[in-house]
């Protein structure tokens, strides 16, 4: 019953009660030799059994003893079963189990207290006492699962888990509880006060399957347990989800801090990008007009890596321009003319001043049927080039 119970003793304990066991069994077996636990025994003429004798027995000191000792095991082993029966409110076949268990600690006591005090005559009855006890706990084990440790495991698992467990019958009457859920349920009916099982339920059932109590949010299942489609009752079951919650409101925040940090940053990379392009083009337009003049082959030189240059870094303030508005959700096309021919003239001067002194020559050809007028958004334009009219 200890290691039923999972009651915590040392193991020397158990030794102990064996040595004693064993030590009142061994005195017994030799009382030829002593007079320790029998000062005499001899065999009377039955009074149940016709032709038959009785064992008659004239007690010595360890003999009261002995029965001491087994009172006292008797007594310790019923104060656990009782306090197994009060801890638990619901367990499967509790009072068939708990009750099996009483009957057979006590029935080999209660016969021969019977004898003892003379109420019951006859033949010694501790043997049927023995039986009795047997049979009861025979019951326990093979019908009801007792010290089976799969189910046991099954139960302590269950008995055990941090999410609530609720079985009801058809009429939502409490038929298990676990430990969790025995909890819920005697707040809830300490505050609310209510006077039947289905109450409790519709209230922690709630409306939309979630229900707030003491502050922690609880989500709620059911599940109908049914036999051939006649219900034969529900399982709840009730998880505590408030750090989930928590952490969701959490991930949230942080989730619109990362957005603004990239907003900002964002617009910031827009507005040094706007501020660096415009003393940028003021470059570029400045070099193209010098190198409309003559200058040495050196002052020439400078000029055209300066114009080169100024294109490259155009080109890359627009592409991150670009990246900006997308990522802002701010990209647009426009669907503007313009003019094919002098877009081809500004690609022939962009790749003629890129090649330079290289020794590589440009050939290009114009089909004759490409429009001079096309519509385009201004991604169309190349890097660093203005639309037409600007």
């Not at 320790?36 to 010595?60: F, H, M, Q, R, V």
């Not at 093979?142 to 609530?164: C, H, M, R, S, T």
């Not at 922690?216 to 059911?222: A, P």
């Not at 990008?273 to 003393?279: F, G, K, L």
Request: net charge negative; glycine share 6%; proline share 4%.
């Amino acid at each position: 019953m200890i290691r039923w119970k999972n009651i915590k003793i040392p193991q020397w304990v158990i030794h102990l009660l064996l040595v004693l066991n064993m030590g009142f069994y061994v005195m017994i077996a030799t009382v030829d030799y002593h007079h320790l636990y029998y000062k005499d025994y001899w065999l009377a003429p039955s009074k149940a059994n016709l032709n038959g004798y009785t064992l008659e027995i004239s007690p010595a000191p360890m003999y009261y003893v002995y029965m001491a000792f087994l009172l006292a095991e008797i007594m310790t082993t019923i104060g656990i079963i009782i306090s197994s029966y009060c801890s638990q409110r619901s367990m499967p076949n509790k009072g068939k189990i708990h009750f099996l268990m009483i009957a057979a600690m006590l029935s080999p006591m209660l016969l021969l207290s019977l004898r003892i005090l003379k109420i019951l005559k006859g033949d010694d009855p501790t043997p049927l006492g023995i039986l009795l006890s047997c049979i009861f706990m025979s019951i326990a084990v093979v019908k009801y699962g007792l010290f089976d440790p799969v189910k046991n495991a099954k139960n302590y698992i269950i008995d055990n888990l941090k999410e609530a467990v609720i079985v009801t019958d058809a009429d939502h009457r409490f038929l298990f509880l676990n430990s969790m859920a025995d909890k819920i349920i005697t707040s809830i009916n300490k505050e609310q006060g209510y006077s039947t099982d289905d109450k409790i339920y519709a209230f922690i059932q709630g409306s939309q399957d979630f229900f707030d109590w003491k502050d922690r949010h609880y989500q709620v299942e059911e599940t109908v347990l049914k036999d051939n489609e006649l219900i034969q009752g529900y399982m709840m079951t009730i998880v505590d989800v408030t750090k989930i919650i928590e952490q969701n409101h959490l991930m949230k925040r942080l989730v619109l801090q990362t957005e603004d940090a990239n907003r900002a940053k964002t617009n910031f990379v827009s507005n040094m990008s706007h501020e660096i392009r415009t003393p940028m083009n003021s470059i570029v337009g400045i070099t193209e007009i010098l190198l409309r003049s003559r200058h040495s082959p050196k002052e020439q030189e400078y000029l055209l890596n300066i114009q080169s240059s100024g294109r490259v870094l155009l080109t890359i303030i627009n592409d991150v321009l670009d990246c900006s508005k997308m990522e802002a959700g701010k990209m647009q096309l426009f669907d503007e003319p313009y003019d094919t021919c002098s877009l081809f003239h500004d690609l022939r001067i962009s790749m003629e001043n890129r090649i330079g002194h290289s020794g590589l020559e440009l050939i290009y050809d114009i089909d004759q049927d490409i429009p001079c007028k096309l519509k385009g958004g201004y991604g169309a334009y190349p890097s660093g080039h203005h639309k037409p009219g600007e």
